[in-house]
T-cell receptor, first 110, second 111 residues
Framework: QKEVEQNSGPLSVPEGAIASLNCTYSDRGSQSFFWYRQYSGKSPELIMSIYSNGDKEDGRFTAQLNKASQYVSLLIRDSQPSDSATYLCAVNRDDYKLSFGAGTTVTVRA | DAGITQSPRHKVTETGTPVTLRCHQTENHRYMYWYRQDPGHGLRLIHYSYGVKDTDKGEVSDGYSVSRSKTEDFLLTLESATSSQTSVYFC??????????FGQGTRLTVV
């Protein structure tokens, strides 16, 4: 079982819609959770971090964490063509090793 | 980018030759990481460092070695390059058990 699993997609959404991305992780001891965005040919950039159960909102992005279900999600509201990218879920235990999922590719249709 | 420079950005090398990739940071962050990224696999950790001369293996460390003699530099060496090591290599840094920031990446092709 992979440490971090994501649906690979592609996820296609119309402009203005909500894109919903899901991620599950295997290690119950995981403490920190992150979402990175990666445009084609570029390096990953951090867009959200979440450390406790519940929702965290930042602009059009909302991260949701449920440690009991070992589940973290990312919602992108009012999706724009510039949101078209691969989104990587990352999970950190307390041993400083950040583990990544394979990524979900999102395409926003104009 | 958060003060991280990778060199070279692109390299083509022959099978069996040694290759060294360099990661240089200006943020004075304690932790440094080397990842490789391949289609369908996401980012996989090769080696990481938690201080000068303190390093440990990641999930795909076979065929790779690292060294960190200064806080700002983390070197990744392929002792004898193979075609399976053709990949995009990313260096990342972090200060604690928190967000990691990535360099621009190095595209390595082994022919």
């Amino acid at each position: 079982q992979k440490e971090v699993e994501q649906n690979s997609g592609p996820l296609s959404v119309p402009e203005g819609a909500i894109a919903s991305l899901n991620c599950t992780y295997s290690d119950r001891g995981s403490q920190s959770f992150f979402w990175y965005r990666q445009y084609s040919g570029k390096s990953p950039e951090l867009i959200m971090s979440i450390y406790s159960n519940g929702d965290k909102e930042d602009g059009r992005f909302t991260a949701q964490l449920n440690k009991a279900s070992q589940y973290v999600s990312l919602l992108i509201r009012d999706s724009q063509p510039s949101d078209s990218a691969t989104y990587l879920c990352a999970v950190n235990r307390d041993d400083y090793k950040l583990s990544f999922g394979a990524g979900t590719t999102v395409t926003v249709r104009a | 980018d958060a003060g991280i420079t990778q060199s070279p950005r692109h390299k083509v090398t022959e099978t069996g030759t040694p290759v060294t990739l360099r990661c240089h940071q200006t943020e004075n962050h304690r932790y440094m990481y080397w990842y490789r990224q391949d289609p369908g696999h996401g980012l996989r950790l090769i080696h990481y460092s938690y201080g000068v001369k303190d390093t440990d293996k990641g999930e795909v460390s076979d065929g790779y070695s690292v060294s960190r003699s200064k806080t700002e530099d983390f070197l990744l060496t392929l002792e004898s390059a193979t075609s399976s090591q053709t990949s995009v290599y990313f260096c990342a840094i972090s200060e604690s058990v928190s967000e990691a920031f990535f360099g621009q990446g190095t595209r390595l092709t082994v022919v």
